[in-house]
T-cell receptor, first 112, second 114 residues
Framework: QKEVEQNSGPLSVPEGAIASLNCTYS??????FFWYRQYSGKSPELIMS????GDKEDGRFTAQLNKASQYVSLLIRDSQPSDSATYLC????????????FGSGTRLSIRP | EPEVTQTPSHQVTQMGQEVILRCVPI?????FYWYRQILGQKVEFLVS????????KSEIFDDQFSVERPDGSNFTLKIRSTKLEDSAMYFC????????????FGQGTRLTVV
């Protein structure tokens, strides 16, 4: 069983719409959850972190966590062409002092 | 804004040669990491480092790999005898390590073994 699973995509969303990205994880003791954005050939860039059940909003981004279902999601509102990238779900057992386990990423394409 | 910096951005080496990848973590961070990403694959954990010693390593991090913090600012990854399959992007990351904080990544070093 993969530790962090994501749909590889590509997910195509029209500009201005909501993009919804999903992730499941297998390690029940995971405590920290992250969404990174990665442009082709570049390094992962942290866009959201979430540590407790529920929603966390930051600008156009909302992260949702459900530990009972072992499910994390990211919503991007008012999608822009610059949001086109691969989105990596990542999970850590304790604080970020622990290793981060990445999913394979979902490719998101925003069409004008 | 503080950032993790890595040098070089691209390294080409012959198979069997030793390479050293360098990183300068964010200055007040205490935890340091190396990850790698083979082209088209996911980001994989290699090793974490705290208080001048390895705190965790993956099965990828075998005897060919070593890490060092030689001077209190740099954090290095050495590959002793490179193999073709070591070709990848290598990312350094650092974290303050306090509860519920994030790890920030450098821009990466692209290692090409020929």
């Amino acid at each position: 069983q993969k530790e962090v699973e994501q749909n590889s995509g590509p997910l195509s969303v029209p500009e201005g719409a909501i993009a919804s990205l999903n992730c499941t994880y297998s390690d029940r003791v995971s405590q920290s959850f992250f969404w990174y954005r990665q442009y082709s050939g570049k390094s992962p860039e942290l866009i959201m972190s979430i540590y407790s059940n529920g929603d966390k909003e930051d600008g156009r981004f909302t992260a949702q966590l459900n530990k009972a279902s072992q499910y994390v999601s990211l919503l991007i509102r008012d999608s822009q062409p610059s949001d086109s990238a691969t989105y990596l779900c990542a999970v850590s057992r304790y604080s970020s002092a622990s290793k981060i386990i990445f999913g394979s990423g979902t490719r998101l394409s925003i069409r004008p | 804004e503080p950032e993790v910096t890595q040098t070089p951005s691209h390294q080409v080496t012959q198979m069997g040669q030793e390479v050293i990848l360098r990183c300068v973590p964010i200055s007040n961070h205490l935890y340091f990491y190396w990850y790698r990403q083979i082209l088209g694959q996911k980001v994989e954990f290699l090793v974490s480092f705290y208080n001048n010693e390895i705190s965790e390593k993956s099965e990828i991090f075998d005897d060919q790999f070593s890490v060092e913090r030689p001077d209190g600012s740099n954090f290095t990854l050495k590959i002793r005898s490179t193999k073709l399959e070591d070709s990848a992007m290598y990312f350094c990351a650092s974290s303050s390590g306090t509860v519920n904080t994030e790890a920030f990544f450098g821009q990466g070093t692209r290692l090409t073994v020929v």
